[in-house]
């Protein structure tokens, strides 16, 4: 077919290939004990926030960091499941890429996402 054929296949098996790696490593046994330590972490710091009173202007701030500290652990948390998502996001575009030139038809750049 064309170099751009050859092109997006190539970028699709690469595409393929992380999500595969991610996908394996979801299963993991090592990341499956991270990720409950993780958690752990988690749920300390959130009884900490929820359940002990602010007693002054310091103890307030100490909160702050603590609920800074929870949203960057829920984010590591949800940055696999993203990452995974997005690419098969991708995956869905460069299939139909593919279709598309497999064709005969010549690709739009206005299409949707």
Known sequence: MSDEFDRVQASLANVLERRRLLEGLREDKAFIYLNSLV???????????????????????????????????????????????????????????????SDGREGTTDRAP
């Open 39 to 101: 958690q752990q972490q988690v749920d300390q710091l959130q009884n900490e926030i929820l359940f002990i009173p602010l007693t002054s202007v310091d103890s307030a701030w100490i909160q702050e960091y603590k609920k800074g500290e929870l949203k960057g652990k829920l984010s590591w948390a949800d940055a696999l499941e993203t990452e995974i998502d997005s690419l098969g996001l991708t995956i869905r575009k460069l299939q139909d890429d593919l279709n598309v030139e």
